[in-house]
């Protein structure tokens, strides 16, 4: 089978949707740092919409780490599949907006050619949490980081995402070049303000003037992204290769259902986004405090609780009565009340969530979701108990959520079995659960003590740790399905 390539686009099979433009006339007008599989499913084919009409956004990716994704699309011209799955089937479409992939200890400089190229207006993140270089817990950018502590030894030669984006301002200013916009699509509480501050930190610890620049002249919109996306399996990779008519190295997977919304603020200009189906909004902090509490709180409770209890992935989870009831009540009864987001129908979304959990075609791990629970707790859970505390409201289902991560990072499943962590502080969770010796108590006051999670105040709330010690004993003596229907 050939590779799929600009070449073979037009012998792929005739049900798949192929670019409606040229590529060749296609100009890069943003550069992306992440580029991994949700920017894939979700920007890059925002910007594929549009090219034809507006052919001066085609996007550069830059992996900061991994060359996984330029090796598996370098021989593709750039090109991959989008595979968007429900229970009616599978539906193909070849993106073509992301022109070109590099690697940032490989391509340092020609990354930085593009960063600082006047055409180059947007510059797009989707770095996880963790690439930020912060604290959760604060969201302020933390200087003893490794990467952090480098670039400001080495700025020519960055290896973060706040050290290569403070560079190419830099040289923008130096070469008088306006400033490009940040434009973050991470799942942070209010990104854009959050980017801003690491960045802007950043700068002034490297120099206050360029911290000066930074603060008053480069734009760092907010957005809301939500769109599910598992991750591509060998069995995906087949089964796509076969349907499209080429082989595809790195397609990905995805649900009918995707949002963008966008605050508009871009002084270098933009694409019509909108016409791509996004919303140009003036705030999207109600927006983006839904999806973090409502979709991705609820995923993270499931993905833990599912996983404890067996379940390898996010629908078999919720096809279980007691999941999907349990799920519901504390949408509704802890998180809805805590939300206030002009003209939606939170209870409309609440249902679509789950009807979108439920979607066989999508074998989304909860192993995969349960990944860098330090960096997402803060953001998907305990905001919102924080503000059912400041309510004097109750929060025992959305704490549960927290009891179930704290039996995770601990290593065992509830059938004994050991479970692969991975997170930050995986080796310091698993560190403290080993000097606990099994004392429930222990184990609980030494991981309230990790402030970069909990900070200050949730430890030294009594409700809340005593909720959780409740749960955690619940957790360990009947089980995460017990545990939860005495919830609903």
């Given at each position: ?229 598992p991750a591509t399996t060998d069995a995906d990779r087949d089964e796509i290769s076969a349907l499209l008519g080429a082989d595809d190295q790195w397609p990905v997977v995805t649900e009918p259902f995707s949002q963008w ?228």
């Open positions: 089978m050939l590779r799929l390539s600009n070449a073979e686009l037009a012998h792929l099979s005739p049900e798949v949707r192929t670019p409606a433009y040229d590529r060749a006339g296609v100009s890069v007008g943003i550069v992306h740092l992440g580029i991994g599989a949700f920017h894939r499913a979700h920007q890059a084919a925002y910007v594929d919409e549009l090219l034809q009409s507006e052919p001066g956004w085609g996007v550069v990716g830059v992996s900061l780490k991994s060359p996984a994704t330029r090796n598996a699309l370098a021989p593709q011209d750039g090109l991959f599949t989008l595979a968007t799955r429900d229970a009616a089937g599978t539906a193909l479409r070849v993106i073509g907006s992301v022109l070109s992939v590099l690697v940032l200890d490989e391509d340092r400089e020609e990354i930085l050619s593009h960063l600082v190229a006047p055409s180059t207006r947007i510059v797009s993140l989707t770095v996880t949490e963790k690439g930020y270089c912060h604290d959760p817990a604060s969201g302020d950018l933390d200087p003893a980081h490794p990467d952090i502590v480098h670039d400001l030894a080495n700025p020519a030669v960055p290896r973060s995402a706040p050290g290569l984006l403070v560079e190419a301002l830099a040289r923008r200013r130096a070469a008088g070049t306006p400033p490009f916009t940040v434009l973050s699509c991470d799942n942070l509480p209010a990104n854009g303000t959050t980017t801003r501050r690491i960045v802007t930190r950043f700068a002034y610890l490297r120099d206050p003037d360029l911290g000066r620049f930074i603060e008053t002249g480069v734009a760092f919109p907010s957005t809301m992204v939500d769109r599910i996306v919304v966008i605050e508009d603020d871009f002084p270098e200009g933009r694409p019509a986004f909108e016409s791509a189906g996004a919303q140009m909004v003036k705030d999207v902090a109600p927006f983006e405090e839904m999806k973090l509490r409502l979709l991705n709180g609820a995923h993270s409770t499931l993905a833990y609780l599912g996983y404890l209890s067996g379940h390898q992935t996010v629908a078999e989870t919720v096809s279980v009565p007691a999941f999907r009831s349990f799920l519901k009540a504390m949408m509704t009864s802890e998180i809805i009340p805590t939300l206030d987001v002009p003209g939606a129908n939170l209870e409309a979304y609440r249902d679509a969530l789950l009807d979108r959990f439920l979607n066989p075609a999508l074998r989304h791990r909860t192993w995969q979701i349960a990944m860098d629970g330090s960096q997402k707790l803060p953001q998907r859970l305990l905001a919102t108990i924080r503000d059912r505390i400041a309510a004097g409201e109750d929060f025992d289902r959305l704490a549960l959520g927290v009891a179930a991560w704290m039996t995770y990072v601990a290593g065992t499943d509830e059938a004994g079995n050991p479970i692969d962590v991975r997170d930050p502080l995986a080796g310091q969770f698993a560190d403290l659960a080993a000097r606990s010796g099994g004392d429930l108590d222990a184990y609980l006051d030494a991981v309230l003590s990790v402030g970069v999670v909990f900070g200050q105040d949730l430890p030294a709330n009594a409700e809340f740790r005593t909720t959780l010690e409740r749960h955690l004993r619940s957790l360990r003596t009947n089980g995460a399905v017990a545990t939860l229907s005495a919830l609903v």
